[in-house]
């Protein structure tokens, strides 16, 4: 009979880093290339299973991208032919 691979289930995938914990980042609406890094290539604000970020941090992000798209720095959306 075929043997059963054991697989360990305590394992679970290990989490990706933060891009605002490698260093003193400055979260800022004028910090437009930190902020291009937490938004899709359809310009929607990424989720924080895909950026890493905690709660607080994601309210962070989010309030300075509708800033940074406010005052023009940020595209809404995908440029439409």
Do not use: C, W
Not at 11 to 30: A, H, M, T
Not at 51 to 80: C, D, F, W
Request: no cysteine; proline share 5%; hydrophobic share 30%.
């Amino acid at each position: 009979m075929a043997e059963r691979k054991e697989y360990d289930r305590r394992k679970q995938p290990r989490k990706k880093p933060s891009k605002l914990l490698e260093g003193d980042v400055d979260i800022n609406y004028k910090n437009v290339e930190l902020l291009q890094n937490f938004i899709t290539e359809r310009k929607k604000i990424a989720p924080r299973r895909m950026t890493g970020n905690s709660a607080s941090q994601q309210r962070i992000i989010s309030r300075e991208i509708k800033k940074a798209r406010h005052m023009a720095l940020l595209p809404y959306t995908v440029n439409h032919k």
